[in-house]
T-cell receptor
Framework: GAGVSQSPRYKVAKRGQDVALRCDPI?????LFWYQQALGQGPEFLTY????????KSGLPSDRFFAERPEGSVSTLKIQRTQQEDSAVYLC???????????FGSGTRLTVV | SQQGEEDPQALSIQEGENATMNCSYK?????LQWYRQNSGRGLVHLIL?????REKHSGRLRVTLDTSKKSSSLLITASRAADTASYFC?????????????FGRGTQLTVWP
């Protein structure tokens, strides 16, 4: 597609609920990143895929966070038993190569109530 | 954790004036990138400068990099109201996952018509 597409755009979850956030990267982009952006802060790294391989997940805050990219294209970030501190904008970015600028999606704003 | 630190945190100027934002970082880098983010939107890649480059231009943007001082600056010339946004520097660090970016907290630029 023309850009990185993320859905849903907004998600309100009750505390304890599981959520799944979807990212459709630009077709053919090898690298895919997930970032978390709290209000008034810069994005913080969560995890990185090269094709279907998850090469770095050191930024995931806890074992409640899980990401996958089974066929090397669409990726899903899952958060189990959501907590209030999970409220943030979750950004997905993709790139053809690692040493390039990234194309970011518009993000999913998650609010946990 | 955030690596880059932008200065100033907020900048307010009139249309037609130049805007200069600075970024300092702590470690050795492969490249440094600047992104723009409009309120409630994803990040837009502006420019990438590699560690062996000192200056780069793109339209009204001029970026400098001083690796000895671990600092970069972004100059926007002849600013327009549409340039109003948050601007983030992001570093791709040597020794880190290839392509992983460390963002600062950003500079909020307001350009008054």
């Amino acid at each position: 597609g023309a850009g990185v597409s993320q859905s849903p755009r907004y998600k309100v979850a009750k505390r304890g609920q599981d959520v799944a956030l979807r990212c459709d990267p630009i077709s053919g982009h090898v690298s895919l990143f997930w970032y978390q952006q709290a209000l008034g802060q810069g994005p913080e790294f969560l995890t990185y895929f090269q094709n279907e391989a998850q090469l770095d997940k050191s930024g995931l805050p806890s074992d409640r966070f899980f990401a996958e990219r089974p066929e090397g294209s669409v990726s899903t970030l899952k958060i189990q038993r959501t907590q209030q501190e999970d409220s943030a904008v979750y950004l997905c970015a993709s790139s053809l190569e690692e040493d390039y600028g990234y194309t970011f999606g518009s993000g999913t704003r998650l609010t946990v109530v | 954790s955030q690596q880059g630190e932008e200065d100033p945190q907020a900048l307010s100027i009139q249309e037609g004036e130049n805007a200069t934002m600075n970024c300092s970082y702590k470690t050795s880098i492969n490249n440094l990138q600047w992104y723009r983010q409009n309120s409630g939107r994803g990040l837009v890649h502006l420019i990438l400068i590699r560690s062996n480059e000192r200056e780069k231009h793109s339209g009204r943007l001029r970026v400098t990099l001083d690796t000895s001082k671990k600092s970069s600056s972004l100059l926007i010339t002849a600013s327009r109201a549409a340039d109003t946004a948050s601007y983030f520097c992001a570093t791709a660090d040597r020794g880190s996952t290839l392509g992983r970016l460390y963002f600062g907290r950003g500079t909020q630029l307001t350009v008054w018509p």
